[in-house]
């Protein structure tokens, strides 16, 4: 099982971003993914979440402003983040839900 996220970077105040993950060693299509934060002195929080279908769930603090999605021909989840705020830098980690496969993270950075 491979899961590997990549997208992040420094967004301004209000700004945009894509995180993807691409993933690979098991059947993806009917797995349920998530988008999980960590910043720093904080613990590890759900940002969204998607089943094996299209049934998604969010955060209240990101409603509204990220969406995920699923790619079944790329094998690929992704998190489009809308109207960026500071406090959603964090590290952001793709996860297999229900399992303990986890991405090794991409850094997301919002500047004031």
């Known amino acids: 099982v491979r899961l590997v996220e990549g997208g992040g970077g420094l967004v301004q105040d209000g700004g945009s971003l894509t995180l993807s993950c691409r993933v690979s060693g098991f059947f993806f299509n009917g797995t349920p993914m998530g988008w999980y934060r960590q910043a720093p002195g904080k613990a590890r929080e759900l940002v969204a979440d998607i089943s094996g279908g299209v049934v998604t769930n969010y955060a209240d603090s990101v409603k509204g402003r990220f969406f995920i999605s699923k790619d079944h021909v790329r094998n690929r989840v992704y998190l489009e983040m809308r109207a960026l705020k500071p406090e959603d830098a964090a590290v952001y980690f793709c996860?297999?839900?229900?399992?303990?496969?986890w991405g090794q993270g991409t850094q997301v950075n919002v500047g004031s």
């Open positions: 996860h297999r839900e229900g399992s303990d496969s």
